[in-house]
């Protein structure tokens, strides 16, 4: 049977302060109303996420928080003098734990994306598109060549990669597949994306876009196609919770369903649950798939020694089995 991946995480939205705008996001909120979290609140879910066999930490942000005073003041309050640098406190903390982090901070320097790698199994950035929207009109950090120049430093620095395509907030057909194109010149140059996730829109409230159309289910499973024609290699992910039935996208090329937690919601589509894990087992099987738990670090990367610090490393070791899944 065909095999379809997926995580076992914990997601934790560290601060929900951002420099960007984006028309469709309904987690970023203005520093009156933002939050920025402590240790203490990360690793209270942390431990519990560890209790429950979790081997993920997902860690989600707004994209250069110290753009609004109030982040810095909360940074300075925990002591410390950047995001970067409380994050890379984070990450190797969770790796005593045992337990993999996987961090998705946005745009950054290529200094903080070396510190990071040393704790970090993966990282991700969604492209989004390689075209400019006017989705992303007051969101500098959504500039194309920006993010396609953030993915191809994590290319030089051999870091395992996650990145993919948000599908219909304005781009055209065109401008997808371009997009899906940019990504595997990357892919060609350096060899460090593991999974491309084609994740659809879905209207939030009170946001500029809350009354734009979400996709139609043939404009997701195209891109799914796309996605597949063009990178055949790898994981391409489509998010369970995003979508009413997964199957049509798994038949279309979809592996993976990404991460799936025990614990938190998905705090970017709070309004969209997780799946029952055994009842998508059961589905899945009885269409002929096989559910198959990975790590933040794909199968693919688990023997590549190159990807990874030695204490990364250390960690995937002992949770992996002979094949690179979890053990």
């Not at 110290?66 to 950047?82: C, T, V």
């Not at 903390?93 to 998705?104: D, E, F, G, K, V």
């Not at 997780?274 to 790590?295: C, D, H, I």
Request: proline share 8%.
């Amino acid at each position: 049977m065909a095999v379809v991946t997926y995580s076992k995480n914990v997601f934790i939205p560290l601060t929900n302060m951002c420099r960007n705008r984006c028309s469709y996001c309904g987690f970023r909120k203005d520093p009156a109303e933002a939050w920025f979290l402590s240790p203490q609140e990360v690793f209270s879910k942390v431990l519990k996420a560890k209790e429950l066999g979790c081997s993920e930490v997902l860690i989600s942000l707004g994209e250069y928080p110290e753009f609004h005073r109030k982040a810095r003041e909360r940074l300075e309050e925990m002591g410390f003098r950047s995001t970067v640098e409380y994050l890379e406190d984070l990450c190797r903390r969770i790796l005593r734990l045992n337990l993999l982090p996987h961090t998705n901070a946005g745009v950054m320097e290529a200094d903080g994306l070396r510190r990071l790698r040393r704790y970090n199994a993966s990282m991700g950035l969604m492209l989004e598109c390689a075209a400019e929207l006017e989705a992303h009109r007051e969101s500098p950090g959504k500039n194309p060549e920006l993010r396609l120049a953030f993915i191809e430093t994590a290319g030089r620095l051999k870091i395992p990669f996650t990145t993919g395509l948000l599908i219909g907030i304005g781009e055209t057909r065109e401008q997808r597949l371009e997009s899906l194109k940019a990504l595997r010149r990357l892919q060609d140059a350096y060899g460090h994306l593991q999974e491309i996730i084609i994740q659809p829109f879905r209207p939030k409230p009170g946001t500029p876009m809350q009354n734009f159309p979400p996709p139609s289910d043939e404009e997701v499973l195209e891109a799914v196609r796309m996605a597949r024609e063009i990178f055949p290699e790898l994981g391409i992910q489509i998010p369970p919770n995003l979508v009413s039935d997964v199957l049509p996208f798994l038949e279309a090329g979809a592996n993976d369903l990404g991460g799936i937690s025990p614990l938190t919601p998905d705090f970017i589509n709070p309004e969209h649950p997780w799946p029952n894990l055994e009842q998508l087992r059961e589905r899945l099987e009885s269409a002929g798939f096989t559910l198959r738990e990975r790590l933040p670090i794909y199968p693919s990367f688990v023997r590549r020694e190159d990807f990874m610090s030695e204490e990364v490393r250390e960690v995937v070791r002992r949770l992996t089995d002979d094949e690179g899944y979890r053990r």
